[in-house]
């Protein structure tokens, strides 16, 4: 029975795609009349979605765990945390070079300033002291 019930759900699906000619194909759980592979494949599409999003959250739950504890934060003495602070430490070398690399290279081929941009920038310096002195004679006094 259910044999035929799959065979009678193809036929009216093959039906469907021949009246519907910008289709290329019909799949089962799209057809206006589902039948046992239509409903098969839509309980499929919905275990994989659940199963997608379950590990989504279990991906989540575990850096969330790792963030909060990890091994050179909680202990820095002992072997893993040793260990993850020279991986990081390697990992992290080659980034910063390539950084200051980075704004060595733009300060090289950046513009001097003119004269005008200079005056002001020494005049906003000299008004950064100024306050500076300020305030710390204040603390001074308090």
Same mark, same amino acid.
Do not use: A
């Given at each position: 029975m259910a044999v035929l019930e799959i065979v009678k759900a193809?036929? =009216? !699906?093959k039906v469907e795609s021949m009246n519907n000619p910008d289709a290329k194909l019909v799949r089962p759980m799209l057809a206006k009349?589902?039948?046992p592979l239509g409903e098969l494949e839509q309980q499929a599409t919905e275990a994989v979605k659940k199963l997608t999003d379950e590990? /989504? =959250? !279990?991906? !989540?739950?575990?850096q969330k765990f790792l963030d909060e504890n990890r091994p050179m934060q909680q202990n820095e003495k002992s072997v893993v945390g040793v260990v993850e602070t020279i991986v990081v430490g390697i990992v992290r070398a080659p980034i910063l070079f390539f950084q200051i690399f980075a704004r060595v290279k733009n300060l090289l081929e950046s513009e001097p300033l003119d004269d005008a941009d200079a005056e002001i920038l020494r005049q906003n310096q000299s =008004?950064? /002291?100024m306050n500076k002195r300020g305030r710390s004679r204040e603390n001074c006094n308090h």
């Open positions: 193809e036929e =009216q !699906r009349t589902k039948g590990e /989504k =959250q !279990r991906l !989540r739950n575990i =008004q950064e /002291k």
